[in-house]
């Protein structure tokens, strides 16, 4: 069956860094589009950012553009997100997703890993 596992979550101070990792197994990494999302407490989960293929064709929410970068490594079947200038504010469990190109919902999801930013 499809599987998703994130790693590399962790506790950071304001204006750190931390690299998330996400495995899929049990599809063809090329044919789907990965995506990651988070949610922090008490709010609903949000969309933080995608990618089709490569990451120049990523798409970013507004709040995290130009401290996350989304990368992938298909012969891995990995998907990165790197965090730059973490905030507090970006604390929130993180999840990677994944929908077939072409739809739009994501059907396969990972168990989350943990982002905590103190400041």
């Known amino acids: 069956q499809i599987q998703l596992v994130e790693s590399g979550g962790g506790a950071v101070q304001a204006g750190g860094s931390l690299r998330l990792s996400c495995v899929a197994s049990?599809?063809?990494?090329?044919?789907?589009?990965m995506g990651w999302f988070r949610q922090a407490p008490g709010k609903e989960r949000e969309f933080v950012t995608s990618s089709i293929w490569s990451g120049d064709n990523a798409v970013y929410a507004d709040s995290v553009k130009g401290r996350f970068t989304i990368s992938r490594d298909n012969a891995k079947n990995t998907v990165y997100l790197q965090m730059n200038s973490l905030k507090p504010e970006d604390t929130a469990v993180y999840y990677c997703?994944?929908?077939?190109?072409?739809?739009?919902?994501?059907?396969?999801w990972g168990q989350g890993t943990q982002v905590t930013v103190s400041s």
């Open positions: 997703a994944a929908r077939k190109k072409m739809t739009t919902k994501y059907n396969f």
């Open positions: 049990g599809l063809s990494f090329g044919n789907y589009a």
